[in-house]
């Protein structure tokens, strides 16, 4: 019987395996967006990442459910944050011209619609001003309560340029996760800044 469990984990575990890439540590490119991780991270596959715009990308150091940084660049206005496939699930959109203030609301009615309306709550604070290379943007702080799964801490830095909106968010798991990597993850969040031709 224990012979059979064993065959039975391990199969499950080898169907649920996905692909994942290496980010080395050094400087990163991500749709115009250069980033400098200080360790090594796991880039997770687009298909267990739902919801992902086609150039964004979903790093993780312990896997997505207790850690990632959501890296969301150039979304144009009228345009959203992420995608969905149900029409009943129609996202906030982008506008040029919105306030810093504006932009955190937005990223935050967002994250609601990814993670499932009347399944989680976001609140969002601490909103403070940062410079991403030369651009001026913004830094601020969420936490994120889900009713069937793990509770969310997490940091955020934006950034307008020409009109495209450049969003980092930085998502762990309370207690442990979320201060484990908080460091690292806000010094690739500040780190952040456009990669010029």
């Avoid at 969002?124 to 702080?141: A, I, S």
Wanted: aromatic residues 10%; negative net charge.
């Amino acid at each position: 019987m224990k012979f059979r469990f064993v065959i039975y984990a391990t199969w499950v575990l080898l169907g649920g395996c996905v692909s994942y890439s290496v980010v080395e540590p050094g400087t990163s490119e991500v749709g115009g967006l250069q980033l400098q991780p200080r360790h090594t991270w796991n880039q997770a596959p687009r298909s267990s990442t739902p919801g992902l715009r086609p150039e964004s990308k979903v790093w993780t150091r312990d896997g997505i459910l207790l850690d990632r940084i959501i890296i969301i660049p150039s979304v144009s206005p009228g345009e959203s944050l992420f995608v969905f496939r149900s029409d009943d699930q129609k996202p906030p959109v982008y506008r040029a011209g919105m306030l810093p203030n504006e932009i955190e609301e937005l990223a935050e009615s967002s994250i609601v619609k990814l993670f499932g309306e009347g399944d989680v709550t976001v609140d969002t604070h601490n909103l403070r001003p940062h410079r991403f290379g030369e651009v001026g943007g913004f830094l601020f702080d969420l936490e994120l309560g889900l009713s069937d799964g793990p509770n969310y801490r997490g940091a955020t830095g934006a950034f307008v340029s020409e009109d495209h909106l450049y969003v980092i968010l930085y998502l762990g798991a309370v207690p442990y996760y979320y201060e484990k990597h908080l460091d690292e993850a806000m010094e690739i969040i500040k780190s952040a800044m456009l990669v010029r031709a």
